[in-house]
């Protein structure tokens, strides 16, 4: 990619053209995404949410480590589902839609006068939605679109060009809520004042910066008010924060390899020409570096990543005019072209079978409005969001409890530890006892943190055995074992809560 002049600012203006494109390639996602599968952690979210709106207590009655505001941000989609009586997740498809024409049109609208917008315009939504398809409606999904404004607004600061009050307010309100979704985000509006503060040699108070502040600081404010139990679940936190897993998974991620290629092109390119370019690689890499503070390498922590990785790219493409590339160019446009194909390692990595596949087969007979609870590791959402059946534990999963386990085995027991463990076993047999399942669905083989089954766990508290007497295994189904009710569940407890 050779240093080229291109044409004026004032010509640099996106062309419809771009628009109309991405907008058919919005609509084209919107229709894939309308009768796909739901996202696991996208069905608990709606399921927490529909609690929410019930009144049901997040942090107290349902476990949760993460912070409120996804879980808030459900509680509208619920409503608004209820009274339209349509489904929860096509209203959630629509919603994700809608932000990403929002912030389409503000990356359009700030690319004047700067890039031509002619490949960052389509390119929007291939990045920001065909490139996750398979993980829709994750928060850092959210994140990154919501980002993309603001960074391209900073580039514009940074060029020395203008922007309207409006806009500029809007950007940051959008990515306040994008950076709010994870404290390990506030890394990137940080990292993207740093270029601003050098340039400038005092630091300004711009509207988008106070804007962002405000409401982060009203969201934190929020928290405190509205979500303080959020702080006694933090014992927990503190726990799933430091079960990393090994550094050798985390680097096996595609956005990694993604940064290394595009930082080895960059040292042969030499600076970048696009200022859009030079602030999605900063953000890039800051999202990077919160990929690794979370230390547990899924990939869809990678999501905004790799996202502001290909958003640098496509916008440094629009600035390169093709001339005779020296070898060193040459190398690295081809580097370059290897990191972009990484999302795409990605995507392919995640449409294979279905991770729910054993327990689909194991709760084919069921029914909306039956009962099944999961005494396993192995993967169950989306499955009662989209079947509607009833989920009767105050958490998604038990990685609370795996992770608890985990850190007393790994040398960290203590009597505060042991007694999360109790009291996490009680919370379980509680929520059995309350909503006693049809179908119980339990490990076939030894859950790597307890070194057993969970049935086989849970089965040294008097309480389970007692409830256990009402039910009789059934076949296995894969990684699941199944035990169905046979018998009544006596002494229901009488402070149990409702599940809607």
Known sequence: MNDAQGPPPSERVPPDWSLAAALLLM???GALLWNAELVGDVAWQLWVGRQLAHGVALYADIVETKPPLWFWM????????????????HVLVASVLALDVVALLLVRRLCRGMQSGAWIVPGFPVITLFAFLDLFGQCEQLTLITVAPYLTLLARRAAGLPAGLPVAI???????????????????????EIPLLVRQRRLTFRPEMIALATILVGYALSVLLFARAYFDAMPMLMIYQGMHNPLSYQLSNPAVAMAVLLLLGLLLHGRLQSSVARAALIAGLAF?????????????????????????????AERFRRRAVPLAGRAALMLVGLAMICPVVSLAGGMRIPDDADALR??????????????????????????RLVWPSRSVTYQDLFY??????????????????????????????????RRILGDRYDNRYLKTGLVEFLSTDPDFVQLMRAY???????????????????????NCRTIY
């Open 362 to 387: 194991a709760t084919s007979d069921l029914l909306p409005g039956d009962v099944v609870a999961v005494l396993s590791g192995g993967d169950y959402w989306p499955i009662p969001e989209e079947r």
């Open 288 to 316: 990077l570096a919160a990929y690794f503070l979370q230390g547990k390498g899924w990939r869809y922590h990678a999501i905004p990543t790799m996202g502001c990785f290909a958003f640098a790219v496509t916008a440094e």
């Open 74 to 89: 459900a509680i509208p989609v619920i409503d608004l589902a209820r009274s339209l009586e349509v489904s929860a997740y």
């Open 404 to 437: 608890t386990v985990g850190a007393a085995r790994a040398g960290q027991s203590n009597p505060a530890i042991a007694m999360l463990i109790g009291d996490i076993r009680r919370s379980i047999v509680h929520d059995l006892a309350c909503n006693p399942p």
């Open 170 to 192: 809007t950007c940051g309100v959008l990515a306040a809520f994008g950076i709010a979704m994870k404290p390990h985000f506030l890394l990137v509006p940080i990292a993207l």
């Open 27 to 29: 609509a084209a996602a």
């Open 472 to 494: 009789r295994r059934g076949p296995d189904y894969g990684e699941f074992t199944t035990y169905d009710r046979v018998g009544q569940i006596d002494d229901r407890p009488m």
